[in-house]
């Protein structure tokens, strides 16, 4: 078990890839608190994991609201006793162009993407200090460093979690802190069944042209991304720091 006697915060785990890192955290031992915006889905996926014998609890949390995050870091040290990893997972998608994106469009993005991803880390950091180390796994995205048409919000926010994750790595390394980043390609979750469906194009046409892209031929499943981050989240990658694994079936190698 590679996560044995952690506890685990991971933001957006009510559903898609966010769901499967949770399920395969508990798998390996960790307790883990499902900080999750939608409490349907968030309690759903607690309850599942208890059900199954592993330690799960639902804490409803805005990550772009720090007031929002310091309540779900509370509530797992009350829980579970402490934080050992965190995983900044959950997203605003917001897509399209330089003109047809508002203010608030660019507020909410970068909210979510970014400050989200800078309020969990600030509130854990008391307890890996506390704990003499701690890990976190950022989702950044083949987005991070690759142009898509009338992506530009997303992309931009997602540009920017990889420099925060190396930027977070430089300072927080004196304090046993590793922060790594993980880039998926096309996997089929609820957010890429809104976007086609918000595009008004047929769901089985699009994924049978995304899966085109990679080298396999086929799009991504979200327990592939889990394997990822749970790498990083454990031991195993005990050296690893500020680094960014791209988990896309070679879809952006040329
Ligand atoms: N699906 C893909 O193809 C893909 C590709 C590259 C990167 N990613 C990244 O993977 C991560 C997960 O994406 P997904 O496809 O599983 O998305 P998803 O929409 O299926 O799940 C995201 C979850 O985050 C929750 N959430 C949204 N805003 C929140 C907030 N402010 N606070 C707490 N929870 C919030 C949602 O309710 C939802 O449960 C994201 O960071 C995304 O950018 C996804």
Redesign the pocket.
Known sequence: MLLENRVAIV????????RAIAERFAGEGAAVTI????EG?GKEVAESINAAGGRAMFHM????DSASVKGAVEATVAEFGTVNVLVN?????VFGTVETITNEDWERVFG??VI?YANTTRECLPEFRKNGGGVIVN?????SFIAQPEFVPYNAS?GAVAQLTRCFAMDLAKDNIRVNAI??????????D?HIASLGLDPEESYAEFGQDSLMKRMGR?DE?ASGVTFLASDESSFMTGAHIVIDGGATID
């Open positions: 933001t957006g785990s009510g559903n898609g890839i966010g900080a999750e915006l939608e889905p949390t805005d990550t772009s997972n959950a997203a605003a998608f979510v993407n989200g989702l950044a995205s083949v987005s997602k880039c998926p390609g096309s996997i089929r979750t609820r957010a890429t809104r979200p991304i």
